[in-house]
């Protein structure tokens, strides 16, 4: 069974960095076409795509937000860190973190199983 | 970059009618990355269809999604308390690569 977890500090002050950990169970980044990625929801909003890494390093930013992010995985630990500099309180939301898989056969770059999320809030 | 357009904003139902969902994209787009997601309240979203029309595991066959390049539509046949929800479409582009999610739709018991 596919589980992800959130983690990190949930109050940051603006202008402070970010960094969020999604701990990951039931499958490794070390398989092929697996990818996990972070997506974002204020509250009342719609869901934004942040970042993704795949198995083999390759990594998807949103293009908007591109010089904020940085995503790393650490296979040992089976984990995904995300960064993102320069919070403000636009950034107050729930982040989650979610899993996507390609094969040879059918690779449809969907999020099919996601962590609960973690809400994060920016004042000072 | 792709834009979706989902309507309405919010569909008032009784259990048992028929929901009909749309996302419109911007440029078109190819079915085969377009997917549709469930969030109920305070729940993380749920992958209900992949590839346009394709369940996926687990997903009940009232729901059901359709359509091509610019119009896309996700029903569901006849509406249980459980999918009281707001419905997300999403899309995947190559260039540049990204995803990209509708603004959603909110099924409200009317």
Redesign the interface.
Same mark, same amino acid.
């Given at each position: 069974q596919i589980t992800l977890e959130e983690s990190g500090r949930t109050l940051v002050k603006p202008t402070q960095t970010l960094t969020l950990t999604c701990t990951l169970s039931g499958f490794s980044l070390n398989t092929g076409g697996v990818g996990v #990625?972070w997506?974002r929801q204020a509250p009342g909003k %719609? !869901?934004? /795509?942040l970042a !993704?890494v795949y198995w083999n390093d390759d990594k @998807?930013?949103?293009?908007s937000l591109k010089s904020r992010l940085t995503i790393t995985k650490d296979t040992s630990k089976n984990q995904v860190v995300l960064t993102m500099a320069t919070m403000g309180p636009v950034d107050t939301g729930t982040y /989650?973190c %979610?899993h996507t898989t390609c094969s040879v056969s059918s690779c449809? @770059?969907? /999020?099919?199983s996601? #962590? !609960? #999320?973690t809400l994060v809030t920016v004042s000072s | 970059e792709v834009v979706l357009t989902q309507s309405p904003d919010t569909l008032s139902l009784s259990p048992g009618e028929r929901a009909t969902l749309s996302c419109r994209a911007s440029p078109s787009i190819l079915s085969a990355y377009l997917a549709w997601y469930q969030q109920r309240p305070g729940q993380a979203p749920r992958l209900l269809i992949f590839g346009g029309s394709n369940r996926a595991t687990g997903i009940p066959d009232r729901f059901s999604g359709s359509g091509s390049g610019a119009d896309f539509t996700l029903i569901i046949s006849r509406v249980e308390s459980e999918d009281f929800a707001v419905y997300y479409c999403q899309h995947y582009g190559s260039s540049p690569p990204t995803w990209t999610f509708g603004q959603g739709t909110r099924v409200e018991i009317k």
């Open positions: #990625g997506i %719609a !869901l934004e /795509f !993704l @998807r930013y949103n293009p /989650f %979610a449809h @770059r969907v /999020f099919d996601w #962590g !609960l #999320g | -």
